[in-house]
């Protein structure tokens, strides 16, 4: 087998075949797809319009009317005819659930829809509701609403107000709401500490999330440390604007954080919002 040459090889992919038209003997190859039927083109187009030139009569398998194509074979009149024959034919089924044998349609797997669904109680609110037997993760209550009241509450007192809270969470909670948090760290609703100190928890989260070194910063110390001038545009930036003013003070990390940079000291500069938003991820 391996002595034989590449024209023997290429010898025995090929046949000879007699030409559809006119009948002709010629040499074809022997492929996995469609084989040559036609000795050359001129014939291939002649038996094209011969074939669109004659009409077969037929009785639809469907509808039971009489049509007429250009193909021998045809069986259905129309496109929907054939999907409504094909969607009608039935085959015989044992449901999964109770083990009954039912005609159906190919790729049914439960008898009624009893078999089908199963009934669980919410342990929140009591209320039925249906679950597919094949869902791999299946429902234990029947809403999100529900999940979220059934989480594990509390009772906790504000550090800051005093007042008693429900907390939903695992951990206790020691403030009743943002503001009485940032109340108790002594930031005033536009002071630019608590937007630093934000900011710092965003970029910190942001940093986890890409797997990239991080370490809490002062910004205000950045910006004292630049001077407020912006590293991006090197104009000063006023330090009595607050956000969202355009041209207030905001971190801008040099290296950004979705390109591999750090959340550290070395990689981050004072610059004007503006800047920082123009800037993006270059």
């Not at 046949?15 to 001129?42: H, I, L, M, P, S």
Request: glycine share 4%; with cysteine.
């Amino acid at each position: 087998m391996d002595n034989i040459t590449t024209i023997e090889k290429l010898a025995k992919k090929n046949e000879k075949y007699n030409c559809e038209y006119c009948g002709k003997e010629f040499e074809r190859t022997v492929t996995k797809g469609r084989k040559k039927r036609f000795c050359d083109d001129n014939c291939r187009v002649y038996a094209k319009n011969l074939r669109f030139k004659n009409k077969y009569e037929h009785t639809c398998k469907q509808c039971g009317s009489i049509f007429t194509s250009h193909r021998k074979n045809d069986i259905y009149c129309s496109v929907s005819c054939q999907a409504t024959y094909r969607s009608n034919q039935t085959v015989e089924i044992k449901c999964k659930q109770c083990g009954h044998t039912f005609a159906g349609k190919k790729g049914l797997n439960y008898c009624s829809d009893e078999c089908k669904y199963e009934t669980r109680i919410c342990p929140q609110c009591s209320k039925k509701f249906k679950v597919p037997r094949n869902w791999v993760y299946k429902k234990t209550f029947c809403s999100r609403k529900c999940q979220g009241r059934s989480e594990a509450k509390h009772i906790s007192t504000c550090e800051n107000c005093s007042s008693e809270f429900t907390g939903r969470n695992n951990r206790m909670n020691k403030f009743c709401s943002r503001k009485c948090f940032y109340e108790k760290l002594g930031y005033e609703e536009h002071n630019v500490k608590r937007t630093n100190h934000l900011s710092d928890a965003s970029s910190i989260k942001r940093a986890i999330e890409n797997g990239v070194e991080y370490e809490h910063i002062d910004v205000l110390e950045v910006f004292e440390r630049d001077k407020w001038t912006c590293g991006i545009c090197g104009d000063v930036v006023d330090d009595s604007l607050v956000y969202p003013d355009t041209m207030s003070a905001s971190l801008d990390h040099i290296i950004p954080l979705s390109r591999g940079g750090s959340h550290t000291y070395e990689n981050v500069q004072c610059s004007h919002l503006k800047c920082n938003i123009k800037k993006y991820n270059h």
